[in-house]
């Protein structure tokens, strides 16, 4: 299915689904104009049963920058892989679903927007987990900051790869503390994907 926006195509077992998915991704791909984020190639979001990391198997989503396909795993599978092990699994699927397009759409396009540049892990995790909260709707992101309290305005030192690896939902919720802080927000991930601003290594 070509979404109706013609730089995004979806496939799912579905027609609904595919629906689901270009409508989830064109609104992501808005905010992250807002941003300063550019797509320049076309995009394929693939709904799949169950989406595949070639290192590390199972997965929620990924985006392939070679093949230019974003592929993520369907809502109601979603679920019994964040149960007892994530916050997000107190969420609607659907919300759930939505927010990881924006999340993986971060990456896909954080890599079009600045091909010469190398963004790092944490700045790439950074961008990705700003856009995956600011997808959910307001209640549903204040849950998700309460489950893993992070006082304003976050911390710079916690934005490392290492914090995301062994704690996923509290680098996130700091994350976006750090966005929204004064001075930072848009311009932050701007002057990231110009390569302008690492973050401290610890």
């Given at each position: 299915m070509t979404c109706a926006d013609p730089g995004l195509s979806a496939?799912?077992?579905s027609a609904a689904l595919a629906a689901e998915a270009c409508a989830a991704g064109t609104?992501?791909?808005?905010?992250?104009?807002?941003?300063g984020l550019a797509q320049t190639q076309p995009i394929?979001?693939?709904v799949v049963e169950q989406a595949m990391h070639p290192s590390f198997g199972a997965c929620l989503a990924i985006y392939d920058v070679r093949a230019g396909c974003l592929e993520i795993t369907e809502p109601d599978r979603i679920a019994?892989?964040?149960?007892?092990?994530d916050a997000r699994a107190d969420l609607p699927a659907e919300e759930v679903f939505d927010a990881l397009i924006a999340h993986e759409l971060a990456h896909a396009l954080v890599?079009?927007?600045a091909p010469e540049i190398r963004v790092g892990p944490a700045e790439q995790?950074?961008?990705a987990n700003v856009f995956e909260m600011m997808a959910l709707p307001p209640r549903s992101r204040e849950l998700m900051l309460s489950a893993h309290p992070v006082d304003p305005p976050g911390s710079l030192s916690v934005v490392h790869a290492s914090v995301y690896v062994l704690a996923p939902r509290a680098f996130a919720n700091n994350a976006w503390r750090v966005f929204e802080a004064e001075g930072n927000g848009c311009a932050l991930v701007q002057r990231i994907i110009?390569?302008?601003?690492r973050f401290p290594a610890r």
């Open positions: 496939s799912a077992r609104e992501a791909k808005r905010a992250l104009a807002a941003c394929r979001i693939a019994p892989m964040l149960a007892g092990k890599a079009q927007s995790e950074f961008i110009a390569g302008e601003y």
